[in-house]
C-alpha cells in the first residue's frame, strides 16, 4: 500500500488477478455498507464478510473500512481528472467544466455516502479531506501548466498553496450544500450557481 502524491490517500499496489478479483469484490462491498452506515464506524470484519473473503485479505488491500471507501472513491475521482485535464493544450475552460461535472456526478451517483461521510454529521471517514485533496491536486495542475492566470496585486503574486485550498474547499462547500439539500436541484443548475460563486479568473468553460 502507496500513499497517493500529497495527499495521504491510500492507492492500491499492483496487484495479480485473483488480488484483482479480491479488491473489486471488497470495493463493491464497502460502498454498499458506506452507503448505510459511516464508514469510520465499520470494521474490517464486517467488510471482509459482505465481501466474501477473510480478515487477513482485507487487510492486505487497506488499512481500515475507512481508508478502503477512500481508495475506492479516490480511483473514480482521478480517473475524471486523468480523462480531461491530462492532455495539455485545447479548450482549459470546457476542460474544467467537464472534469467539475464529472465530479458532481459522481457525488450524486454516491449521494447517500458523502451524506454519511461528508454532510450530515461529522463523519469519521476523511471524506471532506479527500475530497479537498483531489481538487486542490487539480487546481495545482492547472497552475503548473499555467494554465489559469492569477491575479497578483500590487504585482505580488497569491501563492499557489492558498490559490489551490481556496477553490478546492469552495467546491467542497458548495457540494456539502447540494447534499443537504432533501430533493438535489438539477446538476445543471447548481454548476451555474457554482459558476457564479467562482471568481472571474476561474475558467469554466
Do not use: C
Not at 50 to 70: I, W
Request: glycine content about 10%; overall charge neutral.
Amino acid at each position: 500500500m502507496t500513499k497517493g502524491p500529497d495527499q495521504g490517500t491510500e492507492v492500491p499496489a499492483a496487484r495479480d488477478p485473483r488480488a484483482a478479483r479480491s479488491y473489486a469484490r471488497l470495493a463493491a462491498a464497502i460502498l454498499a455498507l458506506a452507503a448505510v452506515h459511516d464508514a469510520g464506524t465499520l470494521g474490517a470484519a464486517q467488510v471482509a464478510a459482505a465481501a466474501g473473503v477473510n480478515r487477513s485479505t482485507f487487510y492486505q488491500h487497506a488499512a481500515s473500512p475507512a481508508a478502503l471507501l477512500r481508495q475506492v472513491l479516490s480511483a473514480e475521482l482521478d480517473a475524471l481528472r486523468d480523462e480531461h485535464l491530462s492532455v495539455s493544450g485545447g479548450d482549459i475552460g470546457h476542460a474544467v467544466a467537464a472534469v467539475t461535472a464529472g465530479v458532481v456526478r459522481h457525488v450524486d451517483a454516491h449521494r447517500r455516502i458523502y451524506r454519511h461521510g461528508l454532510a450530515a454529521e461529522p463523519g469519521t471517514a476523511g471524506l471532506h479531506g479527500m475530497l479537498g485533496a483531489h481538487f486542490e491536486g487539480s487546481v495545482r495542475l492547472l497552475i503548473e501548466r499555467r494554465a489559469i492566470a492569477v491575479p497578483a496585486p500590487g504585482g505580488r503574486d497569491v501563492p499557489p498553496p492558498m490559490v489551490a485550498r481556496f477553490i478546492a474547499y469552495g467546491v467542497v462547500g458548495a457540494l456539502e450544500s447540494r447534499l443537504l439539500e432533501d430533493q438535489p436541484r438539477p446538476a445543471e443548475e447548481f454548476l451555474a450557481d457554482l459558476w457564479q460563486l467562482l471568481p472571474d479568473w476561474w475558467p469554466i468553460g
